[in-house]
């Protein structure tokens, strides 16, 4: 696990003391083995699964259950390296979830990387695409083949 240590300013005008929050990275087996499942029995053909790397975060003070990170063309091109995604799931709210909206929170977080496996991500809506309807399909197609 890693840990990096974020001072923080505490609110009160008579308190100089600075307090350190801890932010934490543990590997998340379990969610990368749900996702490997998922691309087995969905359409996600362009997606290599050995470049998706996942990780619990501890700490954030994010609202959100997951975020995705890309490795941006540049970084890629500077260390020679293929494009890669990193799937982070924030446990404050994601272990709170039942197995079936994990699930669902994972796939929403794949359909974030592009058709041509770049490096890049799309966002949430588009002309012709809005992620959460797209999210309950895929989701209803993989409890049917499950």
């Known amino acids: ?59 954030s003070k994010s609202r959100s259950y997951a975020r995705i990170w890309a490795m941006p063309k540049i970084f890629q091109r500077a260390l020679n390296i293929k494009p890669a995604y990193i799937i982070e799931v924030l446990s404050r709210y994601y272990d709170k979830l039942s197995p079936d909206e994990k699930k669902k ?14 490096g890049a991500l799309l966002p949430h809506r588009s002309r012709h695409r809005h992620l959460q309807s797209e999210v309950n399909k895929l989701f209803t197609q993989y409890k049917k083949f499950r």
């Open 1 to 59: 696990m890693w840990r990096i240590s974020i001072p923080k300013k505490r609110k009160s005008q008579n308190a100089k003391v600075k307090t350190a929050k801890t932010l934490e990275w543990e590997d998340a087996g379990e969610v990368k083995k749900d996702i490997d499942k998922m691309l087995k029995v969905l359409d996600f053909s362009n997606i290599d699964p050995s470049r998706i790397f996942c990780f619990r975060t501890f700490g």
């Open 105 to 118: 929170v994972l796939i929403h977080e794949l359909l974030h990387i592009p058709k041509n496996f770049s």
